[in-house]
Structure formats: C-alpha cells, structure tokens
Nanobody
Framework: QVQLVESGGRLVQAGGSLRLSCAAS????????MGWFRQAPGKGREFVAV????????LYTDSVKGRFSISRDKEENTVHLQMNSLKPEDTAVYYC?????????????????WGQGTQVTVSP
C-alpha cells in the first residue's frame, strides 16, 4: 500500500519561501507520476505541479511558473516542492498525490494515492 506523508507547511510572510516534502513508501515508483495539488477554503482541489518519477519531466500551473519548483530524490523516495516569492493567494492545504496509470495529469480524480495535506499560510 502506497503511503504519502507531506511536511514543511507553516505560516510565512509574502515574498518568503517554503520547501514542502512528500515522503513516499510502499511501492517502487519508477513508473509513477507524482503531483502536488492545493485546496484553499471554499475552493476545489487545484493542480500545482507534477513530475515523472523516472525521467524527471515537470509541468506547472501558470500561476506558479517561475516561482515554484518540483523535484524528486530517488534515494530518499521523496518529492519536494520549493516555493519562492510566495503570495497570499498561495494560501491553501497542499497535497501530494501519486498515480501509476495514465490520465490527465492536472485532474485530481486520476490520482490513486493522496497524503493528508500540509497547511501553507502566506500573510500579506
């Protein structure tokens, strides 16, 4: 059974940086796609970034391009989300997700496994 555990969320001032981590266990992830999503109060779950575990290809939603960077550490079985130049509108619970199948990468319903989420709050 795949398990995903996020960490690193906290309160930060606008313009600051945070690094989120997602520790993955319970499988070999060579063919998996690992994604980060976020959900603000009263809103749906939104795609943020995705990385292919094997080749390391990445994609981002437009609002975070140039500010966020997703990476994976194969030895540690961990996915990171480096977030710079944070804005109040980045405030949300951030979730790590994984899938081994196909499907549209930005649609949360196509992912098989989810972490519990970590809260990121950006103050003005």
């Amino acid at each position: 059974q795949v398990q995903l555990v996020e960490s690193g969320g906290r309160l930060v001032q606008a313009g600051g940086s945070l690094r989120l981590s997602c520790a993955a266990s319970g499988s070999t992830f060579g063919r998996h796609v690992m994604g980060w999503f976020r959900q603000a109060p009263g809103k749906g779950r939104e795609f943020v970034a995705v990385i292919t575990w094997g080749g390391g290809s990445t994609l981002y939603t437009d609002s975070v391009k140039g500010r966020f960077s997703i990476s994976r550490d194969k030895e540690e079985n961990t996915v990171h989300l480096q977030m710079n130049s944070l804005k109040p509108e980045d405030t949300a619970v951030y979730y790590c997700a994984a899938k081994s199948g196909g499907g549209t990468y930005y649609r949360p319903e196509t992912y098989d496994y989810w972490g519990q989420g970590t809260q990121v709050t950006v103050s003005p």
